[in-house]
Each structure stands twice: as structure tokens, then as C-alpha cells.
């Protein structure tokens, strides 16, 4: 016997020599060679040897032949054949009666009876395996050596989970290959855990509530079973201790969700689960910190204490971190009086967060009012701004002391030659809750250019009064009067009133046309002086100032003590009037209307939209302000320069560089912006600029990333040919580099069913897009995602002879980019379904006539139809069934059954017939 061989593909280092050897098995017949007992012929050979000569061999004997082959370590394992001598090789026979058992998900057995050998070992079964359907290609799936074959069975490995499969094997001797088994029964191999977790995750702030999620959807192999779809797993990072909080998405082709309702200024750990219902895969965690926001809830446990009648103690406790949203600038504490009395002004002061004690914080609110009751609340600050303040304002009432306050509006509203009639109202704080008495002085003026002082005459008025007639004074004299409060803490200051002694008094005349002081004309007042004119014998106790505007008119009292000017809103017309003890005097004529001086504009404009459009450049949109607010003049003269400035800068933490761009026409409403940082998230606001200044605040800060933008081409060159069965392969090339903006996650196929052969033409001049096929979705579309790194994959589980429609778009972090153009190809044809609708409809004692619809599922063009019948004895009738099925090129679909009769009835005949067909 001449022997060659081949070095080892697995050297495993420098092959030092072989080693061939051989010994007797069985003889010819079966029995036991004489040679049996020998010990095993060896033959050493050198490192370059491919072959030998065995020439001592015994006629019609079966012989084990191996070679080796060696290292310096030692001897590699032998590969062993079996002959007869005097008898050549000859090629084997297939086996027969596969069965299939003990299936797993990657594993099953193989059972088997062999065929005849060909007077030869068999050195190796080749398992070839057919996938999911009778269309689909014939795979190699292994080569299994011989030597591992026992008890007539075989362990076939390598299989996919959760996938329909029938094998045939192919026995190989040293002479050859066998033909190809019958192929076994159909099986499905048991459901596995996914094969692996969504790749690519990756995770995005969107704002102080919100982080994008995407990822590479699994490919339709990789799920092993069932597809459930995927949890999103989260939670805080500073409580890793502590459970996720799952989110369910049960498309198995989604790559996008956005987690909100999430805690501000929060570090967060994100994972990604795969399910089905075999288990899970579940990615490493990834950590994204959201935004800054502000304060999402008030302080709490805010509690008062009166400590005197001018200050209140209050306490009350910091932030929790989850509260707080960001850093606590100060906490600001606010209070106003529990009156309706609008004039009366509110008070606040901040609080600095490193005043706490531990976790509380103690104040006092000074200079109040006694005995007076007084509203409070409480919020916080961030660099986003203040946040809710105490829901239920918390209330207090000061200490009672002496009145705080003269009494207001003292007047004399009835003179006589020797009386008068004193009037007055309370005093404001009266300091507690009785007013006891009021102290009412008074007396003679001296003449102008008189000497001396005021002899003062005082009475006690009761507490419940609020008038006193003064009797016996000098007429036409010009008295002096002083009013005090008393209550039981003491005597509160003294309001000053004149009046003098005359019976004739009258209304006082018109002031005189309000000035305007120019030297105090600023950008949001004007001051206006005026003169006061006849008095009509009675002091002047007020003036009134009416302003007039194009939305509606108010007026200012101002008590005459306080002078003859005042401070209002530009660009309106002004009047004044007197008033005195007898009433008010006419109007004044009006001042012109006049402008304040222009100032920078009220406010910026607030941002609309952020749109990344490559890795460096962001669109940004937001609505013009209206010409009011830029405070610019009457119309704001086109000699005006206005513009809106865009400023990007860097978050903290992040190492960017601040860019800013300026929109010099206020009209517009978008700026693009590039030259930023790859990588780096950046905080957006816009200044509204004029001649005159910039806007005292910028819009609200909103966030962006940039680095990332939707892919701004799609996928090119794609083509598709059907590659057996129901299934197309599809191979394209990736969008351009620069194009790309950023790394691609993946690509989608999107596919949906045009119709058949025939009815659809396969070059439509039309373009449609994916999102055209989109709406014509149907249970015949969808979608298979494909990793970033691959250009190439099959669309299977299609119906056969279908015209599809394809388009491609690649997708990244940022989200999808514009579908390819759709290109159309023809799924592979397969056996026809069964006909539809078997049935007799004309009997005879001789003949049946049977009538069926084309199959509903015809797989490809049906080209003849195969009727089979077959007569048999059931309980001494003769029953003929029938069954009917399709053909298309040369492949027969599954047979659709049917019995001969009148509505169901078997068709007896009273003489045998052999099964035909037809």
C-alpha cells in the first residue's frame, strides 16, 4: 500500500520527523487475523517526508494504518485509515434513517445506520444543513472525524439557536465520498440567551430632566429566540446600592429613548438589557450627569417667632441635593404686610448658604413694623434661576409698642371766624390694638417776620374719636396744629397741619403747566416740576398728578408736604391739580409729550430650537423681539444699530472654547454656528444689542452637544439580489466620511412589499423614499438594523416570489440620517402553497370529476397541477380521496387532500383501484 500525506495545518512548531505504523484488525471475513496479536510496525521517517511504500503486508487482511507527525515536544496525535489488502477501496454508501434527537439550542444528536463502509475506514461525516425552508441553499455545517463515531450516532454542534434546520450527512472513506442522505425530518433548536447586548450605547444630556439613550438594535441572529425587546436599566449613581428602575421598549428594532422625569444636577448609571425569553444580555454601565435646573422644591419646615415689635426670628431648613437641582446661590426670604394697601412695600433679604447650622439656617428680619401682621416665604436660587417659593405664606404679628406713625390726613374741613373742625385718620401702625387717646395741640403762628414761638394750647381726645372742635381762636389768624397717637405703650410722633381762621375759604386754582427737569430726563422716567397758584385761603394738602397713556390712566397723590416735583413714566402727557380743605382745583394743562432716553433693549429674545448640523456647527432659531423692546425711540431709527448676540460656552467641567457670533440684522431669527469643540456640551443664550446698550439679561441658558450631528447623506451604491428562498442580501457603501458627523451606530434596511411579478414594474423612475414606504406600511414591511461596521446583510422571512422595495439610512448618536434611494428585486421562487378549495362536483359509478382554485400562495409561476387518488377498503365501502397539488418549475408544492362525494361523502365503488395520479 503506498501511503501520502500533507504536513499538519496546526504545526504548533518546526516538524522534526513522522512516524508511520500499522498492525492487523480483522480479517477479511471478520474473523480474527492471525496476525492479530502482533504488536504494531513502525516505521520512523524524516521532517520532509510526504508518503511511504508498506510492503509486508497480508493478503485479504484488514489493516489500522496511522501517521504522526513530531516536534521537539513531543508526538502530535495520528491520523488512522483502515483497509482490506488485496481488495481497492471502493466509495461508501449513504446512511439511512436519520433521526434527530436530544436538541438543544447550539447542539443536537444524530442517529443514524450507516451505509456500506467500501471496504474502508470512514474518515470523516460531512453534515450538510438546510435553514428555515425547502428554498433555502444547502450549508456545509461540519466535518466530524470518523473516530468519534459510536453506537451509530453523532453530536452535531455549531448550531444557531432558535432556528429551523433538517440535516443530511455524507460519508467519506479513503477513496471518496458517498452520495448525500436523505435529508432528516425538520427540527428547531431550543431558544438561548441573546447573543450578545445592544452595542454602542450611548448616552446624551438633553437637559436638567432628560438623557437620550441609543443604541445598535441587534441584528435578527443575534436574538436566539424570541424577541422581547430591551430594558433600559438607570439609576443614581451615589446610590448604586440601590435598585435599577427599568424601562421597557419592546420594539426589537428601536435605537432611540429619552429618559425624563429625572433628578437635576444628577449622575446617573444607564444600562441596556436584551430579552427574550430564554435570558437576557445586558451591557457595561455607561454615566451621564444631567443639567443644572432650577430649585425643584421650596424650603421646608419654615417657622416665625416674634421677637420684638421690630424683628421676627425665623428658621427654616437647606435643600436636599435632589431638591436643590444645582449649586444654592443664596435662599431669599420675603415678607409684606396682610393689607390691601398696594403703597405699602415689601420686603426681602438673602440668605447666603454657608450661614447654615447643619442642615438649618436661623435669621431676623429687622425693622418691621409694630404690632403688625406680617407674610413670609422662603425659596432658593441657582445660576438657573429662583425656585418655587413656600406654598402657604407663613404669618406673623409683631410686638406691640408706642404708635410708629403720626396720624394721616389731617385737615380741617369746616371754619368759622372762631372755630375750627379738626379731622384726622389713624396713623398706619398704630402699635397695638387700641388707640387710648389722641394728644391735639395747637396754636397761633407768628406773623411773617415775627419773633418768638408757638404757645401751644393741648386737649385730650378720646381714642374712638377721629375729630375735635376747637372753639374761641382769633379769627383770620393762622394756627399751627399737632396730632398724636397714645396707646398703652406710649405716645406715638406728631403729625403738623395749619389752617387758618377764615369763614371765606374756596377751592384752590389750577397749578401751573408741569415742567419737564431735562437734566433728569433718564431711560425709564422723566421729572416734572410745577407751581402752585392761589390756595384759596385754606392750606394746600395734596397734589394729584394724572397720567395718560394709549392703554389706560392712573394717578399719583403726593401729599404737599413732599414739594412740587415728581418722577413718572416717559412718552406721556401730564396734569396736576391741587387740593385743599374745600376740595380739588381743575386740572392743569398738560406737559408735552416726551421720551425718556433710549437704553439698551428690556430683554433678550428666548431660543426656539438647537439643531447640530455637522460635529462643529449648530443652528440656532429663536423669534424676533418686537420694536417696543428694543427701547430704541419713536420707531427706532433705522440709524440705530441693533444686533443679537449668539454666546456658546463651554459647560462646567467641560474644556472647550467659548465662541460667540453676532446677528446683525434684529430681524432675523437664526444664526449658524461653528468652530466649536468636538465633544464638549455646550450652554446657548442670546443678548439683544443696541447703540444704547445690551439687554440687562440674556435669554435663558438651553443645552447642546456637539460632536454628534444626524448623518447628512445616506448610504450609496445599494443593490439588492434575492439569495435563495425568501431572503435578499443587500451590500451598500457607507455615507461619506465628512458626512458621516460622528460615529455610526448603524444602518436600517427598510423593505416593504410591492406586489408580484407582473403587477409592479422593478425600475420605478419615481425615487421612493423610505419614509414613502413607510406609508404604505403593512404586515409586509419593516425594517432590519445592521452595525455601523458592516456594509452588507440579508433580509429573510420574506414572501417568495415578491417584488420589495429597499432603501438603507445610516443613524448615529444624534439620531437618523436621509434614506437611500429604494431600489426593487424578486425574492426567489419556491413550491406553491396548496391549492384552495378541493372538491366532486360530478359523480358517476365510474367517474369523479374534482375542481380546485389556484393556490393563494403560489410561490413563482404555477406551471401544472398533479391530481393523486387512491381507492381503499373502509368497513367493506370502497373509499376513493383525492388530493390535488400544484407544480412550479419543476417543484411540488404541498398536497391539499380531499375525499370523493356528494357534499362530503366518500365516492364508493364497488370495484378496487391501484393509486393513481394525474
Known amino acids: 500500500v503506498r501511503l501520502s500525506w500533507r504536513p499538519p495545518a496546526d504545526k504548533n512548531g518546526i516538524i522534526t520527523g513522522y512516524l508511520v505504523w500499522y498492525k492487523p484488525v480483522l480479517n477479511a471475513t471478520g474473523g480474527s487475523s492471525s496476525a492479530a496479536a502482533v504488536s504494531n510496525t513502525t516505521v520512523p521517517l524524516g521532517a520532509n517526508a510526504t508518503g511511504h511504500l508498506i510492503a509486508d503486508l497480508v493478503h485479504q487482511t484488514r489493516y489500522e494504518i496511522g501517521v504522526s507527525a513530531s516536534t521537539a515536544i513531543g508526538w502530535g496525535p495520528a491520523r488512522i485509515e483502515t483497509l482490506v489488502t488485496g481488495v481497492p477501496p471502493e466509495l461508501p454508501q449513504p446512511p439511512t434513517m436519520l433521526t434527530v434527537s436530544s436538541i438543544e439550542a447550539t447542539t443536537a444528536l444524530v442517529q443514524f445506520i450507516p451505509g456500506y463502509d467500501g471496504k474502508a475506514s470512514i474518515s470523516a461525516w460531512l453534515v450538510d444543513a438546510q435553514v428555515q425552508s425547502e428554498a433555502s441553499p444547502w450549508q456545509r455545517l461540519a466535518s466530524i472525524p470518523g473516530s468519534v463515531f459510536t453506537t451509530n450516532q453523532l453530536t452535531i454542534t455549531g448550531l444557531q439557536p432558535f432556528t429551523r434546520y433538517r440535516i443530511r450527512l455524507t460519508a467519506q472513506n479513503i477513496r471518496g465520498l458517498s452520495n448525500v442522505s436523505l435529508p432528516s425530518n425538520w427540527f428547531e433548536t431550543k431558544q438561548a440567551a441573546p447573543a450578545s447586548a445592544p452595542a454602542n450605547l450611548t448616552v446624551r444630556v438633553v437637559d436638567s430632566r432628560s438623557l437620550s439613550v441609543r443604541w445598535m438594535p441587534l441584528e435578527a441572529g443575534q436574538w436566539n429566540g424570541n424577541a422581547q425587546g430591551y430594558s433600559i436599566r438607570y439609576r443614581r449613581q451615589q446610590n448604586s446600592t440601590t435598585d435599577f428602575t427599568e424601562v421597557s421598549v419592546t420594539d426589537p428594532g428601536s435605537s432611540y429613548r429619552l429618559l425624563d422625569g429625572l433628578i437635576?444636577?444628577?449622575?446617573?448609571?444607564?444600562?441596556?438589557?436584551?430579552?427574550?425569553?430564554?435570558?437576557?444580555?445586558?451591557?457595561?454601565?455607561?454615566?451621564?450627569?444631567?443639567?443644572?435646573?432650577?430649585?425643584?422644591?421650596?424650603?421646608?419646615?419654615?417657622?416665625?417667632?416674634?421677637?420684638?415689635?421690630?424683628?421676627?426670628?425665623?428658621?427654616?431648613?437647606?435643600?436636599?441635593?435632589?431638591?436643590?437641582?444645582?449649586?444654592?446661590?443664596?435662599?431669599?426670604?420675603?415678607?409684606?404686610?396682610?393689607?390691601?394697601?398696594?403703597?405699602?412695600?415689601?420686603?426681602s433679604m438673602r440668605v447666603s448658604p454657608s450661614s447654615a447650622v447643619g442642615n438649618s439656617f436661623s435669621e431676623n428680619v429687622v425693622n418691621l413694623m409694630p404690632f403688625t401682621q406680617y407674610a413670609f416665604t422662603v425659596s432658593a436660587s441657582t445660576r438657573q434661576g429662583e425656585g418655587p417659593?413656600?406654598?402657604?405664606?407663613?404669618?406673623?404679628?409683631?410686638?406691640?409698642?408706642?404708635?410708629?406713625?403720626?396720624?394721616?390726613?389731617?385737615?380741617?374741613?369746616?371754619?368759622?371766624?372762631?372755630?375750627?373742625?379738626?379731622?384726622?385718620?389713624?396713623?398706619?401702625?398704630?402699635?397695638?390694638?387700641?388707640?387710648?387717646?389722641?394728644?391735639?395741640?395747637?396754636?397761633?403762628?407768628?406773623?411773617?417776620?415775627?419773633?418768638?414761638?408757638?404757645?401751644?394750647?393741648?386737649?385730650?381726645?378720646?381714642?374712638?374719636?377721629?375729630?375735635?372742635?376747637?372753639?374761641?381762636?382769633?379769627?383770620?389768624?393762622?394756627?399751627?396744629?399737632?396730632?398724636?397717637?397714645?396707646?398703652?405703650?406710649?405716645?406715638?410722633?406728631?403729625?403738623?397741619?395749619?389752617?387758618?381762621?377764615?369763614?371765606?375759604?374756596?377751592?384752590?386754582?389750577?397749578?401751573?403747566?408741569?415742567?419737564?427737569?431735562?437734566?433728569?430726563?433718564?431711560?425709564?422716567?422723566?421729572?416734572?416740576?410745577?407751581?402752585?397758584?392761589?390756595?384759596?385761603?385754606?392750606?394746600?394738602?395734596?397734589?394729584?398728578?394724572?397720567?395718560?397713556?394709549?392703554?389706560?390712566?392712573?394717578?399719583?397723590?403726593?401729599?404737599?408736604?413732599?414739594?412740587?416735583?415728581?418722577?413718572?413714566?416717559?412718552?406721556?402727557?401730564?396734569?396736576?391739580?391741587?387740593?385743599?380743605?374745600?376740595?380739588?382745583?381743575?386740572?392743569?394743562?398738560?406737559?408735552?409729550?416726551?421720551?425718556?432716553?433710549?437704553?439698551?433693549?428690556?430683554?433678550?429674545?428666548?431660543?426656539?430650537?438647537?439643531?447640530?448640523?455637522?460635529?462643529?456647527?449648530?443652528?440656532?432659531?429663536?423669534?424676533?423681539?418686537?420694536?417696543?423692546?428694543?427701547?430704541?425711540?419713536?420707531?427706532?431709527?433705522?440709524?440705530?444699530?441693533?444686533?443679537?448676540?449668539?454666546?456658546?460656552?463651554?459647560?462646567?467641567?467641560?474644556?472647550?472654547?467659548?465662541?460667540?457670533?453676532?446677528?446683525?440684522?434684529?430681524?432675523?431669527?437664526?444664526?449658524?454656528?461653528?468652530?466649536?469643540?468636538?465633544?464638549?456640551?455646550?450652554?446657548?443664550?442670546?443678548?439683544?444689542?443696541?447703540?444704547?446698550?445690551?439687554?440687562?439679561?440674556?435669554?435663558?441658558?438651553?443645552?447642546?452637544?456637539?460632536?454628534?450631528?444626524?448623518?447628512?447623506?445616506?448610504?450609496?451604491?445599494?443593490?439588492?439580489?434575492?439569495?435563495?428562498?425568501?431572503?435578499?442580501?443587500?451590500?451598500?457603501?457607507?455615507?461619506?466620511?465628512?458626512?458621516?458627523?460622528?460615529?455610526l451606530l448603524g444602518y436600517r434596511l427598510y423593505y416593504r412589499r410591492l406586489g408580484s411579478p407582473g403587477e409592479v414594474p422593478l425600475d420605478d423612475s419615481s425615487s421612493r423614499s423610505r419614509r414613502a414606504a413607510a406609508s404604505a406600511a403593512s404586515a409586509d414591511s419593516g425594517s432590519v438594523a445592521v452595525a455601523g461596521a458592516k456594509s452588507a446583510s440579508a433580509i429573510d422571512r420574506l414572501k417568495l416570489y415578491s417584488v420589495y422595495g429597499v432603501a438603507a439610512a445610516a443613524f448615529n448618536p444624534a439620531g437618523e440620517g436621509p434614506n437611500s434611494t429604494e431600489v426593487r428585486?424578486?425574492?426567489?421562487?419556491?413550491?406553491?402553497?396548496?391549492?384552495?378549495?378541493?372538491?366532486?362536483?360530478?359523480?358517476?359509478?365510474?367517474?369523479?370529476?374534482?375542481?380546485?382554485?389556484?393556490?393563494?400562495?403560489?410561490?413563482?409561476?404555477?406551471?401544472?397541477?398533479?391530481?393523486?387518488?387512491?381507492?381503499?377498503?373502509?368497513?367493506?365501502?370502497?373509499?376513493?380521496?383525492?388530493?390535488?397539488?400544484?407544480?412550479?418549475?419543476?417543484?411540488?408544492?404541498?398536497?391539499?387532500?380531499?375525499?370523493?362525494?356528494?357534499?362530503g361523502n366518500p365516492l364508493r365503488l364497488n370495484r378496487a383501484e391501484q393509486p393513481q395520479s394525474v
Open 264 to 347: 437635576a444636577n444628577t449622575k446617573y448609571e444607564v444600562q441596556m438589557t436584551a430579552r427574550n425569553p430564554a435570558g437576557s444580555a445586558v451591557t457595561s454601565s455607561v454615566f451621564a450627569t444631567t443639567w443644572d435646573a432650577t430649585p425643584s422644591a421650596a424650603p421646608s419646615n419654615l417657622a416665625l417667632r416674634s421677637k420684638s415689635a421690630s424683628t421676627v426670628g425665623l428658621v427654616f431648613d437647606a435643600l436636599t441635593v435632589e431638591q436643590a437641582s444645582g449649586v444654592i446661590l443664596f435662599y431669599t426670604v420675603r415678607w409684606n404686610q396682610s393689607t390691601s394697601d398696594t403703597s405699602i412695600a415689601n420686603g
Open 389 to 743: 417659593s413656600t406654598s402657604s405664606p407663613l404669618l406673623v404679628v409683631t410686638e406691640e409698642s408706642a404708635p410708629a406713625d403720626p396720624p394721616r390726613l389731617v385737615y380741617c374741613p369746616q371754619v368759622t371766624s372762631d372755630s375750627v373742625l379738626v379731622a384726622w385718620l389713624p396713623p398706619r401702625y398704630p402699635g397695638s390694638s387700641t388707640i387710648s387717646s389722641w394728644r391735639l395741640k395747637y396754636g397761633v403762628e407768628p406773623s411773617a417776620g415775627g419773633s418768638g414761638g408757638v404757645t401751644f394750647v393741648e386737649v385730650s381726645v378720646p381714642g374712638s374719636q377721629l375729630n375735635r372742635l376747637l372753639t374761641g381762636l382769633v379769627s383770620e389768624a393762622q394756627y399751627l396744629l399737632q396730632l398724636a397717637a397714645v396707646n398703652a405703650k406710649g405716645v406715638g410722633p406728631y403729625a403738623n397741619a395749619s389752617v387758618q381762621v377764615y369763614a371765606a375759604r374756596t377751592r384752590p386754582e389750577a397749578p401751573s403747566v408741569p415742567l419737564i427737569i431735562s437734566s433728569a430726563v433718564t431711560a425709564t422716567s422723566i421729572d416734572i416740576s410745577w407751581t402752585p397758584k392761589g390756595t384759596g385761603y385754606s392750606p394746600i394738602r395734596n397734589y394729584t398728578l394724572l397720567v395718560i397713556s394709549s392703554a389706560n390712566n392712573w394717578t399719583i397723590d403726593r401729599p404737599a408736604a413732599s414739594g412740587t416735583s415728581a418722577t413718572v413714566a416717559g412718552l406721556l402727557p401730564s396734569y396736576i391739580r391741587a387740593t385743599n380743605d374745600i376740595g380739588p382745583s381743575d386740572w392743569s394743562k398738560p406737559t408735552n409729550a416726551s421720551w425718556t432716553k433710549p437704553s439698551g433693549p428690556v430683554s433678550s429674545p428666548e431660543i426656539d430650537r438647537l439643531t447640530p448640523l455637522d460635529p462643529t456647527t449648530v443652528r440656532v432659531e429663536w423669534t424676533p423681539m418686537p420694536l417696543a423692546s428694543w427701547r430704541c425711540g419713536l420707531n427706532c431709527p433705522a440709524g440705530v444699530a441693533r444686533q443679537i448676540r449668539v454666546l456658546f460656552t463651554p459647560r462646567s467641567g467641560d474644556s472647550g472654547l467659548p465662541v460667540t457670533a453676532d446677528v446683525p440684522d434684529p430681524s432675523s431669527n437664526v444664526a449658524l454656528v461653528g468652530n466649536l469643540t468636538r465633544g464638549v456640551y455646550y450652554e446657548v443664550s442670546l443678548l439683544a444689542i443696541s447703540a444704547y446698550g445690551a439687554a440687562s439679561r440674556a435669554s435663558r441658558l438651553r443645552l447642546v452637544y456637539v460632536g454628534e450631528a444626524v448623518p447628512t447623506a445616506a448610504p450609496s451604491k445599494l443593490r439588492c439580489i434575492a439569495s435563495g428562498g425568501a431572503q435578499i442580501y443587500c451590500n451598500w457603501t457607507a455615507p461619506p466620511k465628512e458626512q458621516q458627523n460622528g460615529v
Open 825 to 903: 428585486v424578486v425574492t426567489s421562487d419556491g413550491p406553491p402553497g396548496p391549492v384552495d378549495g378541493l372538491r366532486i362536483v360530478e359523480l358517476t359509478p365510474t367517474e369523479a370529476k374534482a375542481v380546485w382554485s389556484a393556490p393563494l400562495e403560489p410561490n413563482g409561476n404555477v406551471t401544472k397541477y398533479r391530481l393523486v387518488f387512491v381507492g381503499v377498503y373502509i368497513s367493506g365501502a370502497f373509499v376513493v380521496a383525492f388530493c390535488s397539488s400544484s407544480v412550479g418549475r419543476s417543484r411540488n408544492g404541498r398536497c391539499s387532500g380531499g375525499a370523493g362525494g356528494s357534499v
